[in-house]
């Protein structure tokens, strides 16, 4: 049985730009001012988003905070 999660979705997540040009600008500048070093590292935040996405068990949020994770050490 496939479940709706396809991880070649993750692929398409930047191009939300091209259907709602100026939500996603909004989206991408917050995005942007939450992940900025602070008080807590861009790493930090990363590991807090990981660990919510897996308390509300959502498979994108999942994947994309664990390599973002990964890649941030």
Same mark, same amino acid.
């Given at each position: 049985? @496939?479940?709706?999660? !396809? #991880?070649? !979705?993750? *692929? %398409?997540?930047? %191009?939300?730009?091209?259907?709602? @040009? #100026?939500?996603? !600008? *909004?989206?991408?500048?917050?995005? +942007?001012?939450?992940? @900025?070093? +602070?008080?807590? =590292?861009?790493?930090? %935040? #990363?590991?807090? &988003?990981? &660990? /919510? &996405? ?8 999942? !994947?994309?905070? =664990? /390599?973002? #994770?990964?890649? @941030? +050490?």
């Amino acid at each position: 049985m @496939k479940t709706y999660y !396809d #991880s070649e !979705d993750l *692929k %398409k997540f930047g %191009k939300i730009v091209e259907f709602q @040009k #100026s939500m996603a !600008d *909004k989206f991408f500048a917050y995005y +942007g001012e939450v992940f @900025k070093e +602070g008080a807590l =590292t861009a790493r930090e %935040k #990363s590991l807090i &988003a990981l &660990a /919510v &996405a897996h308390a509300i068990q959502c498979p994108y949020c999942i !994947d994309a905070y =664990t /390599v973002d #994770s990964m890649e @941030k +050490g």
